[in-house]
């Protein structure tokens, strides 16, 4: 008798073989931590609750919230469940050993880099999204889809497209159809600073077709870039030249490094890696 709200991503996953498919792809162990978002009316969590130590549900919706607790009051389930209500993004992630949501598809790319620059590590977090998020997140480099959240996805983390599912699934039906995606982090992670790499992706990928020699010629670039030099070299007693360009350097690097012609989505990370390690040694840095 609830009246879901769409406009917050309430699409319930009503489809038992979904639930049940999604759960065995998971791997659950009796010992385990589940974090789930999103639990809606609970379908998803009573199945984990079977088979798991405990599952901490986030859930923002107080209607939704008495749902789930009335659906465990008086079993044996309901002390293995822990209800924590509020915004996930706006909250500290507690420690789990796996997270298995029906997520609220807007909060879907902050959610991801939440996860993956969360510590302790995790197992592996079985995620359900609009299908196209989802074919980004595993997009490699040539592809259409291929983006800024792909390669940072998948710098941190080993990320599979494990199956399609139909909008007929969810009650209401969603507009979009679903995929549920597999993201293990890499543990140890790169020995990369995230900020730094997500500066020179951010400035590569707006507009990715075009040639990084002409991305970097942004005078908004150039100004950020100028700035962060002149700190970098007052920080380390280096005197700059009196008719000093940044824009010269940049275009040196890039040309030093052979990227200057290269287009951001034909680039792996390796290229980025190369690239971001040619401007640091430069004195050049991002965050």
Known sequence: GILFNTGAGQHILKNPLVVNSI???AALRR???ILEVGPGTGNLTVKMLEKVKKVIACEIDPRLVGELQKRVQGTCLAN???IKVGDILKTDLPFFDACVANLPYQISSPFVFKLLLHRPFFRCAILMFQREFALRL???PGSKLYCRLSINTQLLARVDHLMKVGKNNFKPPPKVESSVVRIEPKNPPPPINFQEWDGLVRIA???????LSAAF???AVEQLLDHNYRIHCSLHNTEIPENFKIAEKIQTVLKDTGYSEKRARSMDIDDFIRLLHGFNSEGIHFS
């Open 217 to 219: 010629k942004s005078s």
């Open 31 to 33: 010992t385990d931590v």
């Open 138 to 140: 595993v997009a490699k």
């Open 80 to 82: 293995k469940l822990e």
């Open 205 to 211: 990928f707006v507009r990715k077709n075009k040639t």
């Open 23 to 25: 759960i065995d792809k």
